[in-house]
């Protein structure tokens, strides 16, 4: 199970920390992603981290802005953004996929998926 939060409305240029607390699977083992989905789009791709830790990835529209991490000893994972835009606002999700790169949480459909939190950044 994957708990996502952190969302909340924010003006442009600032920032926010999401987080996604995960339950009932080896952490360790799974690479981490984020997506997001705007109202009347699909949903997109944001950034992963690999299972491993060594690698990370970023979509090129939030890439230097927002940074992933994760605390294995926590069991959570952590999207950190700044600089926000209104183009940012969207229910932000969080993902697992077992033993995944971070290039391959961006090219596959992950097996878990968090409930989403919503972001809203006003101009």
């Known amino acids: 199970q994957l708990q996502a939060s952190g969302g909340g409305l924010v003006q442009a240029g600032g920032s926010l920390r999401l987080s996604c607390a995960a339950s009932g699977l080896t952490f360790s083992s799974y690479g981490m992603g984020w997506f997001r989905q705007a109202p009347g789009k699909e949903r997109e791709f944001v950034a992963a981290?690999?299972?491993?830790?060594?690698?990370?990835l970023y979509a090129d529209s939030v890439k230097g802005r927002f940074t992933i991490s994760r605390d294995n000893a926590k069991n959570t994972a952590y999207l950190h953004m700044n600089n926000l835009q209104p183009e940012d606002t969207a229910v932000y999700y969080c993902?697992?996929?077992?033993?995944?790169?971070?290039?391959?949480?961006?090219?596959?459909?992950?097996?878990?998926w968090g409930q989403g939190t919503q972001v809203t950044v006003s101009s």
């Open positions: 981290i690999s299972w491993t830790t060594s690698s990370t």
């Open positions: 993902a697992a996929e077992y033993l995944a790169t971070a290039r391959g949480m961006g090219a596959v459909t992950p097996q878990y």
